[in-house]
């Protein structure tokens, strides 16, 4: 056998491994340098947030709108009252000019953006018309404390007094929006009105101030026609908001806009009554953008550093296969940490000279330091040349593509296309194969004849083990180590470390031991021996033994024909009135285990040979089984039956003696079919829905006092939400018929882990866990709306997958420690296993409840349905759905979600839904 050692030094296939391996992990302090932009980038928007709070944020400006307040009556409880309320008048013409001055101001290292402008409007309205209004029952209309209101986000930008005019006279302003929730903030102008003034009266309206902001300036187009001119000698704009400029010019020296909005452009009317309308969603203007700055450009750049780690790696690799130099992994190592510290130099410079400057210095560094360090390894003026010609010509292309912003993509792309393009070309006449001493002597022989395997066998606690890399590479197997998640894949098959199964094909297989990450302190994937060897015979469609005597591997030149049991009498599959038996008799005792891991139930012969065609139909006869797979190794025979959920149990029993093996199969008692159809009431009462109300009772520090849930629009929290809605629904599925269990009934805490097992232990037909979503950011909150229902399948989307860590969260919440987020792709491997007979129908469910759902006050967030790996469905074995009934932190779905009509409306359409899922 050759030396571990010296396979590596002459192996293509293992050093190219070795390599890629080292990429992978060269992505944590990639990582890392983006997360160092990202705290100086996040220190320096905190300095801007300090001198925008003392010269005045981002400004919107909203009006002039006239506010008249009127008395009309109302009933309540069959009771007449009289109620206050004001009515809203907009204007017919708004014509505005703005006037902006940018100034740049420092702190340290850091600058902002701020601006002064001088603001002038003008406009008219028409004598406010409450015919137009149809308000019923007015009793007055209190024309004497009439007012104007003008919306200004921040208030302490104002920087002179407000000079405004009304129908020809001065009139003084107030601060403060008097009431009206019209807009937050702003200042009132009060101007009575008389009673008797003609419909077609014309009040002709002016204002002039001076706003400090920061960032952007921004208007809403009240009026019937609004015209905006604004004007700055800031070069770089950028326009936003519900609408664009009809006419710009940006130059050198500065730019000017204009728009132009009717009111048929805007989604609100000229006048109402009431807070009915959100004007802010029409708002538009500008912002005061820096040019990309070095904090962008510097991500930018970390973005290509894996690509730079792996071009100058395959580089490496090159001058290795077509030298015969040997390079150690340990100095690929040290290059790419070179590669890397050229991040952590452009950021710490480009803070204290210009971006292109620091870019000049840092890839000199880097290039001189690595072309040194190549010259030290190889020896030779030509390659070490190559190789810093390389870092010149990539640090060249970066450089470019972080210059170009709008083709930075496309230089990109052609860029790489011939990177690819050149390495093709020079190892095009490379000889991979003579380095592969071991594979080609290996690959012959498998083919050709039996083969003996002189492996490396190492023990653990009586047992054996094979590292199972080293038997894939002569097995001349496929395979991908992904270290990270402790995942290898040969060829069909999938192996988990720490775990006791493995998958081959359609096929799971149990272990004797779990798969070992180390032995004797070396690390690798250590497979049990013999119980591992019957996934590569899957794999091979050949025998191959293990001869413990000898530490060999023998593969077989061919699969034989296994030799069938002339005295096994027969196999029957007899149905019961409680479930099924399926009875296999032998021609003598063999030793027989059983391992139940649901919905697989498997039973493995030890010693026996079978004729799998005799299990070939069976299940298509059956009402609880699924498949059954039949499986011969050299060693046994193994029989996986793939229960149905209505499987309650699945239990071994030996008659004569060990001779006749039967497998009770018992079904659900509430799937037992009665003599004759009951009624569609009382077979939905035999029917357990388990709800499940997200969250419950209050975090405390240490861990232990539950969890809220997310806390959302005017502090609503997410358990109050699920706890209320589950209430609700559990009483209008018992008025259906149903069988209804809740996971918690109150506000009291609840390990996230024992709501699938509670729903289990129950023997639940179907199990649905109520959420609320949440996101965070003022401005995120704004948009973000819908419901979603979601099932356990690996996340279909990022936003999805982020969603699912949220609520994972909650389990770091209960214990005060730090909890899982994720499913890793090791227990995904079991799960697709376990959750192979519940996919479909939980995706059925989910189709019914976007059905049901769609059409109602919250609107549908994409297609309504997704998938992710939502930990609280775990363990659920039968129908499972997690529902985030819509966003909590927005005003309308929170709004909706907390009122009583809002939640009877949710809970009678998740009823509607799950009456027609049993249909």
């Known amino acids: 056998m050759e030396k571990p050692a010296n396979f590596l030094k002459n192996s293509v296939t293992s050093k190219a491994i070795v390599v890629g391996v080292l990429i992978l992990l060269m992505l944590i302090p990639v990582s890392m ?79 902002v953006v701020v601006y002064q402008s001088e603001i002038k409007a003008k406009g008219t309205f028409k004598h406010p018309d409450f015919n137009k209004l149809g308000i019923n029952n007015i009793s007055s209309i209190d024309w004497e404390n009439a007012f104007v209101i003008l919306g200004i986000s921040d208030l302490r930008g104002i920087r002179s007094n407000i000079a405004f005019n009304w129908d ?60 905006v001119t604004m004007n700055s000698p800031w070069s770089t704009p950028s326009f936003d908001g519900a609408f664009l400029p009809d006419q710009r010019n940006i130059a050198a020296n500065g730019f000017s806009a204009n728009w132009s909005v009717f009111n048929y452009n805007r989604n609100f009317p000229q006048m109402w009554a009431g807070n009915a309308h959100k004007i802010q969603s029409s708002e538009f203007g500008v912002n005061l953008l820096f040019p990309v700055d070095h904090y962008q450009k510097s991500m930018r750049s970390a973005k290509y550093a894996i ?29 790419s940490i070179g590669l890397i510290l050229f991040y952590s130099l452009l950021l710490s410079l480009s803070e204290q000279m210009h971006f292109n400057l620091a870019y000049m210095i840092s890839a000199l560094a880097i290039i001189g330091l690595i072309t040194a360090y190549s010259h030290s390894i190889f020896k030779e003026a030509k390659q070490t040349m190559l190789m810093g010609g390389f870092l010149a010509t990539l640090y060249l292309f970066l450089f470019t593509v972080l210059q170009l912003e709008d083709f930075a993509l496309l230089f990109g792309s052609v860029g790489l296309f011939i990177a690819l393009a050149t390495v093709m070309f020079v190892s095009r006449k490379v000889d991979w194969y003579p380095t592969l001493v071991i594979m080609s002597i290996g690959v012959q022989a498998i083919f ?94 050949k025998p191959i033994e293990y001869d413990s005597a000898s530490a060999k591997i023998i593969v ?56 799998s065609s005799m299990f070939q139909d069976l299940a298509k006869n059956s009402t609880m089984l699924s498949r059954i797979i039949p499986i011969q190794d050299a ?51 035999k029917r357990t829905i388990v709800i499940d109300p997200g969250h419950g009772g209050e975090w405390r520090k240490g861990g232990g006092g539950g969890d809220p849930g997310a806390v959302g629009h005017r502090g609503l929290k997410e358990k109050d939400i699920t706890l209320a809605v589950g ?120 189709g019914h409840l976007v059905e049901a759902y769609d059409g109602g006050p919250i609107k549908k967030m994409g297609t309504g349905a997704g998938q992710a790996g939502f930990m609280v469905l775990v363990g659920a074995y039968m129908p499972a759905v997690l529902a985030e009934l819509g966003f909590i932190t927005h005003p309308g779905d929170a709004e909706i979600m907390a009122s009583e009509k809002g939640q009877n409306e949710m809970a009678e359409r998740l009823t509607k839904a799950i009456a027609n899922f049993f249909k």
């Open 727 to 846: 209430l609700k629904l559990k009483k209008k599925l018992e008025a259906k018929g149903f069988t209804v269990k809740m996971t918690r009934e109150t506000d009291k805490p609840l390990d996230l882990q024992m709501r699938p097992k509670m729903a289990s232990d129950w023997g639940g037909d179907l199990f649905i866990s109520l959420h609320c979503n949440a996101v965070e950011g003022k401005e995120r909150q704004q948009r973000a709306e819908g419901f979603k229902f979601y099932i356990l399948r690996a996340g279909g989307s990022e936003e999805d997958k982020a969603i699912a860590r949220r609520e994972n969260q909650a389990i770091a919440m209960e214990s005060g420690k730090k909890g899982k987020t994720e499913i890793s792709p090791a227990e995904w491997i079991i799960l697709d296993n376990q959750l192979a007979l519940y996919a479909e129908r939980s995706a059925l469910l989910a």
């Open 168 to 227: 020809n006279a001065p009139k003084e302003s107030m601060s403060g929006v008097n009431g009206s929730r019209l807009t937050e903030s702003g200042i009132t102008v009060k101007i009575p009105l008389a009673t008797d003034e003609a419909e077609d009266k014309i009040y002709a309206f002016d204002f002039a101030l001076t706003l400090n902001g920061s960032y952007g300036l921004f208007f809403i187009p009240v009026g019937k026609t609004t015209n």
């Open 448 to 541: 050709a004849q039996d083969i003996v395997l002189d492996l490396q066998i190492e023990q653990k606690d009586g047992m054996h083990f094979i590292d199972g890399i080293e038997l894939g590479q002569k097995l001349n197997m496929q395979m991908l180590w992904q270290s990270e998640a402790g995942i290898l894949r040969i060829d069909s098959s999938s192996w988990a470390l720490g775990s006791s199964w493995a998958n081959a094909k359609d096929t799971s297989f149990l272990l004797q031991s779990a798969v070992q990450k180390k032995i004797s302190n070396r690390p690798s994937f250590w497979l049990p021996l013999p119980s591992s060897l019957p996934v590569f015979e899957r794999i091979l469609n």
């Open 33 to 111: 340098v983006k997360s160092l932009i990202q705290e100086r980038e996040s220190a320096s928007k905190k300095v801007e947030r300090e001198i925008s709070s003392k010269w005045g944020y981002q400004q919107t400006l909203a009006g002039p709108v006239i506010c008249v307040p009127y008395t009309h009556k109302v009933t309540v409880n069959n009771t007449e009252q009289e109620r206050q309320d004001i009515a809203y008048f907009l204007p017919d013409e708004l014509n505005i000019e703005s006037n902006m001055q940018p100034e740049i101001r420092y702190r340290s290292i850091y600058k």
């Open 556 to 611: 077989k030149d061919s699969l034989k024909e296994p030799e069938i049991l002339k005295d096994l009498h027969s196999v029957n599959l007899e149905a019961r009135n409680n479930g099924e038996i399926l009875e296999i008799k032998l021609g003598k005792a063999f030793v027989v285990e059983a391992f139940n891991s649901r919905p697989n139930y498997i039973l493995r012969i030890n010693g026996a040979s079978i004729d």
């Open 635 to 685: 060693q046994s025979a193994q029989l996986t039956l793939v229960l149905r959920d209505n499987c309650e149990s699945a239990e071994l029993l030996k008659r004569d003696d060990g001779k006749t093996l039967q497998i009770v199969l018992r079904r659900k008692a509430t799937a037992a079919k009665p003599a004759e159809p009951p009624p569609v009431a009382q077979n939905q009462k």
């Open 307 to 335: 690509m730079f780690i792996a071009l100058t790696f395959l580089v490496f690799f090159m001058i290795e296969l077509l030298s015969r130099k040997r390079i150690h992994p340990l100095q690929y190592l040290l290059t």
